[in-house]
């Protein structure tokens, strides 16, 4: 797994596992049944589940669309490259965009279960 995040660009998949661990954090957080919170603070709290998500998606985009680039510089300069070298190229730079979408998909699930159980409790 720490090969897969090195592969992948340090300088951008670090940052968007850090992004990970807090939206967990919130995740729990919002588990928590706090009486004191009101429907809108719930909503409020869950939401930036889903912002983290987001947030985390466009990094990875970005973080493709930077090793593309740098590839295909690397590819200029190079003059005649092989399909294996090419495509390898490409299943590197795709990393950053699969982490940042699963990333994304576990944020925005768990952003819908948590809108679902406070309108449930707020009923």
């Not at 090969?3 to 919002?30: K, N």
């Not at 930077?66 to 190229?89: D, P």
């Amino acid at each position: 797994m720490f090969d897969f995040l090195i592969e992948g660009w340090a300088p951008i998949t670090f940052p968007m596992t850090i992004l990970l661990i807090i939206a967990v954090a919130l995740i729990i957080r919002s588990l928590i049944v706090r009486p004191e919170l009101t429907k809108e603070q719930s909503l409020t709290q869950i939401g930036y589940i889903k912002y983290l998500g987001i947030l985390s998606l466009t990094i990875g985009l970005f973080g493709q669309i930077l090793g593309l680039y740098g590839a295909f510089t690397a590819m200029e300069q190079a003059g005649e490259v092989s399909q294996a070298i090419f495509f390898g190229g490409m299943k590197v730079s795709s990393i950053t965009t699969v982490y940042g979408m699963s990333i994304f998909l576990i944020c925005y699930l768990s952003w819908l279960i948590l809108k679902v159980k406070t309108d449930r409790q707020f009923k």
